[in-house]
């Protein structure tokens, strides 16, 4: 039986987004980015018309030079206006001395909302500092949904969406685009503005909108990767870009990507039982792979992913140049 998180949910954060119910202090962490990076946004709405100067909202990414105590001083540093300050920090989990964060959860200023995101699915919480954030309830953790727990999650979303999507079409979809919220969002809104109010959403419709529909997704250009097609891996890479999607998201979507055919590439050695097992009946379609089944280029892909992060995070190269040289490398 899975073990169950002591951590509250990231779903519950709905019950401190009221200005009575406020936190100064929103540590979101965990392996859903898609979610954690949503549940940034959620908070930052409800903030935002409290903040009465620009001067009062920062957003910073965390390097390994970073602090704490640039943290800290931001947080503790006055509004420039009355109101309240808000301050987002990604990447806590760069940091060195993550633990003398302690010190500030227990005598947070009242006056910053600070928000933290941590790409981790580790938090112990017998460890500081988020024996602190446990227990002063700060910590909320966004776990990847797969099976049926996804299931249902699509199918809420599609009810928000007023989508009469069909058991068979919803199943599809996943077949599909694999187990990731993220693709799944955008398809369901591409369903929504293609298809007619209360029409019946069957597999049919769904594949007959994958061919009509041309915005391209992360899963486009995994399977540009999958075939060694640079030139179709970078046209996609940059469709996504100019559709809002950020560069932490397509490296984050990749390095997944590259972690689940190193999986598959062990897999194969066994019997088609412990692949399905894992991946259910996705593992045949990522048997399929050709360009990646191999490994020296998977550990390419990785080193390539993993400079692509460095020059994201300490340069200031902008998006398109740093996705292209990450694609050439990725199919060196």
Same mark, same amino acid.
């Given at each position: 039986m899975k073990k169950e998180s002591k951590v509250e949910?990231? *779903?519950?954060? /709905?019950? =401190?987004?009221?200005?009575?119910?406020?936190? /100064?202090? =929103?540590?979101?962490?965990?392996? %859903?980015t898609f979610t954690i990076n949503n549940a940034a946004k959620a908070i930052e709405k409800v903030v935002a018309?409290?903040?009465?100067?620009?001067?009062?909202? &920062?957003?910073?990414?965390?390097?390994?030079?970073?602090?704490?105590?640039?943290?800290v001083d931001l947080a503790y540093s006055f509004p420039?206006?009355?109101? #309240?300050?808000?301050?987002?920090a990604k990447g806590f989990n760069?940091?060195?001395? $993550?633990?003398?964060?302690?010190? *500030?959860?227990? +005598?947070?200023?009242?006056?910053?909302v600070l928000v933290i995101l941590q790409s981790s699915k580790k938090a112990p919480l017998n460890q500081e500092p988020y024996k602190s954030l446990y227990a002063n309830k700060f910590?909320?953790?966004?776990?990847?949904?797969?099976?049926?727990?996804?299931? +249902?999650?699509m199918f809420k979303k599609a009810r928000i969406e007023k989508l009469n999507l069909t058991k068979a079409a919803g199943d599809l979809l996943i077949e599909m685009v694999? &187990?990731? #919220?993220?693709i799944l969002e955008m398809q369901l809104n591409k369903i929504a503005a293609y298809s007619k109010p209360d029409e019946e959403?069957? @597999?049919?419709?769904?594949?007959?909108?994958?061919?009509?529909?041309?915005?391209?997704?992360i899963f486009d250009l995994q399977n540009a990767l999958e075939k060694g097609d640079k030139s179709k891996a970078i046209s996609y890479? *940059?469709?996504?870009?100019?559709?809002?999607? %950020?560069?932490?998201?397509?490296?984050? $979507?990749?390095?997944?990507?590259?972690?689940?055919?190193?999986?598959?590439?062990?897999?194969?050695?066994? @019997?088609?039982? &412990?692949?399905?097992?894992?991946?259910?009946?996705? =593992? =045949?379609?990522?048997?399929?792979?050709t360009y990646m089944s191999n490994e020296k280029r998977l550990e390419n892909a990785a080193k390539a992913l993993l400079e692509a992060d460095i020059r994201l995070k300490t340069s200031g190269i902008d998006a398109k140049s740093n996705v292209a040289i990450l694609i050439a490398e990725m199919l060196r």
């Open positions: 949910s990231i *779903y519950s954060l /709905p019950n =401190y987004l009221k200005e009575d119910t406020l936190l /100064p202090i =929103y540590f979101l962490y965990g392996e %859903d018309p409290l903040v009465a100067s620009d001067f009062d909202r &920062e957003s910073i990414t965390l390097t390994k030079d970073s602090t704490v105590s640039q943290i420039f206006s009355g109101g #309240k300050k808000l301050i987002i760069e940091l060195k001395e $993550m633990k003398t964060f302690a010190s *500030y959860v227990k +005598d947070p200023a009242e006056f910053t910590l909320f953790e966004a776990r990847e949904l797969s099976g049926g727990e996804l299931s +249902d999650w694999g &187990e990731n #919220k993220g959403i069957t @597999p049919e419709i769904i594949q007959n909108l994958a061919e009509i529909t041309k915005e391209y997704s890479a *940059y469709n996504l870009l100019s559709s809002q999607n %950020d560069m932490t998201f397509i490296i984050a $979507m990749l390095t997944r990507f590259i972690t689940t055919h190193a999986r598959v590439l062990e897999l194969r050695k066994l @019997p088609d039982s &412990e692949g399905k097992k894992e991946f259910r009946n996705r =593992y =045949y379609f990522l048997k399929k792979t």
